[in-house]
């Protein structure tokens, strides 16, 4: 009974022995592979810090078409909110008053041109006689007087005459500029010019078009020291429209205030941008960014690796081993791929840079290396093998992170 009870004992440990091999395989085969992902290294790029400001828009030039002379407006020849060009006729008032008054000039001109025709013949002739002493001195002076003052009417005359055509020549009003003429102020037929001159409409040229804001003081030195420190020419202004789209076409800086204002210590400026296709309209509003200054050796991450859980950024590090860890982050200026992080990561840390929603901290993956600039990897190479160098960063391309107000990229 002992040897069977040992046999007993011994083939029930066998088969328990048995039973946790099986078990471990098992949980060996199911156990996951680390999953391939794409991580990026963080680097280290000389980034742009942009201000953004709210400017409005006004037009280049405007110009108030006004009636110069009273009278009934008679005809309006152009399209309200149409482009009109320089010298097209625009407005017609009833001419016939100023025709009459242009013809009673001539009149007028015409008699006193006889008058003083006669009157120097007759200085003449009485001239001659006062050499040959058959006129006295008195009466021969007395023809001379009257020639020099019909000679003096004359004048006069002509000038009523130029002015005469002047006035008629107001009846036709014609356009200054070029540009789009706004809607009409008075309409066919009603009495224009009586006792001031009535605004007809208006003419604002279109392409280009000014954006004014103003700038603090803090941001204006930062921008000239860096510009200096740079030497670099006219810096990129850009345009966001009420949208959020980026406007097609760059500015140029056209003016700035010579003096900061005491009361908002602020500096206005006034930039220039082209507008061939009429989008940008005066009274807008839209936001400036120009760049104030550069971040050197900035370190950059992608944008796309950036988690945002109320307002407190954090990305997703990458241990040697593959493991997941979430890390916090402060950033700084940021354009359309990269953002500069300020605290929280180093040069060379591994940032996982897709599947951020699909991981939690703790799992492991098979870390992918790929360009900071490319979204998908050309020649994915492991961690511990990849040594690519991304290509570097334009100045020019970056963009700030969207906000309201006045502010700019650097935190």
Known sequence: MRSASACGFVLILSLALAGCSGDKKKAEQAAPEAVPMKVVKAETRDMPNWGEWVGQISAHETVEVRARVAGFLIKKNFEEGRTVKKGDLLFVIDPKPFEEDLKQAQS?????????????????????LFKEGVVSRDEYESYETQA???????ADNRAKVENAKIQLGY??????????????????GNLVGQGENTLLAT??????????????????????????????GDRP????LADGSEYSHPGSFDMVNPTVDPQTGTLGIRVLFPNPGNLLKPGQYAKVRVRVSNHQNAVVIPVTAIMDVQGMKSVYLVDADGTIKNQPVKLGTESASLAVVTEGVKEGDMILAEG??????????????????????QQPAPAEDAGTTPAPVSGDTAQPASGDGAKTGAE
């Open 203 to 232: 003419i604002s040229t279109m392409d280009p078009v000014y954006v004014s804001f103003n700038v603090s003081e803090g941001d204006y030195i930062r921008a000239m020291r860096d510009k200096q420190a740079r030497d670099s």
């Open 356 to 377: 951020i929603n699909r991981v939690k901290p703790g799992m492991k993956i098979k870390p992918v290396v790929v360009p900071m600039e490319s979204g998908a990897p």
């Open 171 to 188: 009846t036709k009003i014609y356009s200054p500029i070029d540009g789009v003429i706004g809607r009409v102020q008075v309409d066919v």
């Open 108 to 128: 007028g001109l015409e008699y006193n041109q006889a008058l003083y025709n006669k009157a120097a013949k007759d200085l003449v002739r009485f001239q001659k």
């Open 148 to 154: 020099a003052t019909y000679k003096a009417q004359l």
């Open 237 to 240: 202004i850009r345009l966001v």
